[in-house]
């Protein structure tokens, strides 16, 4: 495989802070209520995190924490940004039911004119990944199917629905990652050195076979037939909950299998530990939602 020409494009994400953080219910095979939580070291590990994409010059915005939800801490669900328009999540769990009102008032409030409340179950960017040219969207265990006809008449782009069918990857971004969106875009970088069109419209992703349909894996393996494919150990390492801006891909620590690979496609692996928050079930991409503006 040819190494490609990789660059870091500024990003803007919105996170918030572990203030509230704590595993009192259980929506997910991940999250215990019996094992506790140090909420100091969360938020050590969330400030590593958001300290190391000030530091690559991306921005980071800070959703102001709300002490009757814990998982708002899991901002990447609470909304879809793409040209600037909000598609707002509506919770499948009655426990995170309120967080959608705190998160649609927020993008309000900061500059965000087109902001949606959706008509179906969507959890943000758990189940919407955005490349260039698509949508690719999850659906089995929380995000509604009819949620991708309305993602797709809102945003003008067109969706691709993928089958989870294992719980403990309850969230599309839990099994799939987009290394570079393509197109030109953030983060795009283009076609391979030699020339040539790329493959899936030149996006770039990561995923675990495991995780999805049969027919699914056949779609993903038609779309992306270069994908980088992570084993059992590093998909229960959370190594696909990540966040990669054309350059640097920031993931769980522990995904050690992942580093290597990604190196040899010319992407910069940087491992970060988010243990404590791993305990509800989500890790690098679950706490941080992107600001696509136009």
Same mark, same amino acid.
């Given at each position: 495989m040819r190494t490609r020409r990789r660059s870091a494009t500024p990003r803007r994400y919105l996170m918030c802070p572990p203030t509230y953080f704590r595993v009192s219910? %259980?929506?997910?095979?991940?999250?215990?209520?019996?094992?506790?939580?140090?909420?100091?070291?969360a938020h050590t590990q969330?400030?590593?995190?958001?300290?190391?994409?000030?530091?690559?010059g991306h921005t980071v915005e800070e959703l102001?924490?709300?002490p009757a939800f814990p998982d708002m801490v899991f901002a990447a669900n609470g909304a879809t940004v793409v040209d600037g328009r909000v598609l707002g999540a509506r919770f499948a769990f009655a426990e995170r039911y309120g967080e959608a009102a705190v998160h649609a008032e927020w993008y309000r409030g900061h500059g965000f004119d087109a902001v949606r409340e959706p008509r179906h179950v969507n959890e943000g960017e758990g189940d919407f990944a955005v490349t260039a040219s698509w949508l690719l969207a999850g659906r089995g265990f929380r995000s509604s199917p009819l949620s991708h006809a309305e993602a797709q008449e809102y945003f003008a782009r067109?969706?691709?629905?993928?089958?989870? $069918?294992d719980p403990r990857y309850y969230h599309l971004d839990t099994a799939l990652c987009v290394l570079d969106p393509g197109g030109g875009g953030p983060g795009? %970088?283009?076609?391979?050195?030699?020339?040539?069109a790329p493959h899936g419209g030149g996006?770039? $992703?990561m995923y675990y076979p495991g995780a999805f349909s049969a027919g699914s894996r056949a779609v993903l393996a038609r779309l992306f037939p270069d994908a980088l494919i992570a084993g059992p150990a590093d998909a229960a390492a959370f190594g696909l909950n990540a966040v990669s801006d054309g350059r640097h891909v920031l993931l769980p620590q522990a995904a050690v299998g992942l580093f290597e690979p990604l190196r040899e496609r010319g992407y910069e692996p940087i491992g970060m530990d988010l243990t404590e928050l791993l305990k509800g079930g989500g890790s690098v991409k679950c706490v941080t939602g992107e600001l696509r503006l136009v």
């Open positions: 219910y %259980s929506i997910n095979p991940w999250m215990d209520p019996d094992k506790p939580v140090d909420l100091a070291l969330w400030e590593d995190l958001r300290d190391r994409y000030r530091a690559l102001p924490p709300h067109p969706v691709i629905g993928l089958d989870l $069918v795009g %970088s283009g076609a391979p050195d030699g020339g040539g996006a770039e $992703v």
